[in-house]
């Protein structure tokens, strides 16, 4: 009975072989008509609600630390138009100039005015935070169409004894008194000093409030409750920030403490997953449009719901990715400006039409960035490329006038 069974698996193994040899290599590929796919166009009818990262610039922003008073190197690509009157280099190569400046503030609020930005998204950690919050408001005043604000909260420094931003340690835990009652604090102070103003970004009449990254380590595993404890004291619409490419599944258990979620930087360093092409198409773009689209409808099945309102995903436009000048060993996949196969400046045009095929009810859709110049990725006027990018986000993102 054994030499039988032998025998018969032997039979067995010789035909699967044989079906694999004898089988063409085209059954094996993947079938692009489903996931490598063209974005169509899509027709703006109604405004968008558009929130740009703001980046504060200092020194240590763009220069290492190694660096003397000459002027070395610098880290970043593309440079800003921005300077002050007498200034030989633009406003942040300057080694000793910290971007506090009021003209140079007015200046980026009036060309993002032009531009259509609703809001810009402001990291606070700390009191530290406060002087660019103060140069904005100084600098708002007469200014049409003036971009709201939002807070992006950074607990890190809770966990500092020095007060600047640093991640929880192992045996730290958000929702202890001492760290839960001081972030509290700040909330409600933030919420009194800022949320309440006509100047403050709103959803459905709701502070946007936007909570940093760390929730999202394992160390902290309490998300719920501390929400549910900020929700006790204020009526926010909290946004929840997931990193690239994740699944959402990961995040199901704290996903419903949220009403919005939305992935920062959709970059890789896979080169053949995201370079792949296909009939002249790359698989970047659909790639992304099938991340947002699971995104959206994970979101609206297990994220918070208030009021009938289902939660909902935030899809995150790029006008480009390339931080070889500030890490030049990096190996992360570059998203150039110019399309490679048509030579054309169409990159932003086919991130927003990815975006607007998957945008949520609020119609909000965040940039990043207005002016992060490590990763090359802003909108903010540059030598290289003039105002064409505040031109680019009102034709995408607003109803022509």
Not at 126 to 131: E, F, L, P, Q, V
Not at 162 to 187: C, F, N, Q, V, W
Not at 279 to 306: E, N, P
Not at 344 to 370: D, P, Q, T
């Amino acid at each position: 009975m054994k030499t039988i069974k032998f025998i018969i698996s032997i039979i067995i193994c010789a035909l699967f072989f044989a079906s694999c040899v004898d089988k063409n290599d085209s059954t094996y590929k993947i079938d692009s008509s489903k996931y490598i796919y063209p974005i169509p166009d899509v027709e703006v009818t109604e405004d968008y609600i558009i929130g740009a990262l703001y980046h504060e610039l200092d020194s240590g922003y763009w220069y290492n630390e190694k660096d003397t008073l000459s002027l070395p190197a610098p880290q970043y690509t593309g440079t800003p138009v921005l300077s002050r009157t007498g200034d030989l280099y633009p406003y942040s190569m300057k080694k000793d100039f910290k971007e506090d400046n009021g003209t140079v503030m007015r200046q980026q609020l009036q060309y993002a005015a032009d531009a259509g930005v609703n809001f810009f998204v402001i990291g606070w950690n700390g009191k530290g935070s406060d002087t660019l919050i103060w140069n904005y408001l100084k600098s708002r005043i007469g200014i049409a169409n003036v971009p709201n604000i939002v807070i992006k909260y950074d607990p890190g420094h809770l966990f500092s004894s020095t007060g600047k931003s640093d991640r929880p340690k192992a045996t730290d835990k958000l929702d202890d008194d001492k760290y839960l009652d001081k972030m509290l604090a700040e909330i409600d102070s933030l919420k009194t000093y800022l949320m309440d103003k006509d100047y403050y970004q709103k959803n459905n009449g709701k502070p946007i409030f936007i909570l940093n990254q760390y929730y999202r380590d394992g160390r902290v595993k309490s998300i719920n409750y501390i929400l549910s404890r900020v929700r006790e004291r204020h009526d926010f619409w909290i946004v929840g920030e997931a990193p690239q490419w994740e699944h959402p599944e990961k995040y199901k258990d704290t996903i419903r403490s949220f009403n919005a979620m939305y992935e920062d930087r959709m970059i890789t360093s896979n080169y053949d997953r995201f370079n792949t092409i296909v009939d002249g198409v790359r698989s970047y773009y659909s790639y992304m449009d099938l991340q947002f689209a699971y995104w959206q409808k994970f979101m609206q099945q297990y994220g918070y719901q208030s009021n009938g309102s289902k939660a909902e995903f935030i899809p995150m436009a790029m006008s480009a990715f390339n931080n070889r000048r500030y890490s030049p060993r990096s190996t992360d996949y570059l998203l150039e400006r110019y399309e490679k196969n048509t030579g054309k400046e169409e990159f932003y045009r086919i991130i927003a039409n990815v975006c607007k095929r998957n945008v949520g009810n609020s119609r909000i859709i965040i940039l990043n960035s207005w002016n992060n110049y490590r990763d090359g990725s802003g909108i903010e006027p540059t030598m290289e490329f003039g105002t064409r990018y505040l031109q680019y986000t009102k034709e995408y993102f607003k109803v022509p006038k």
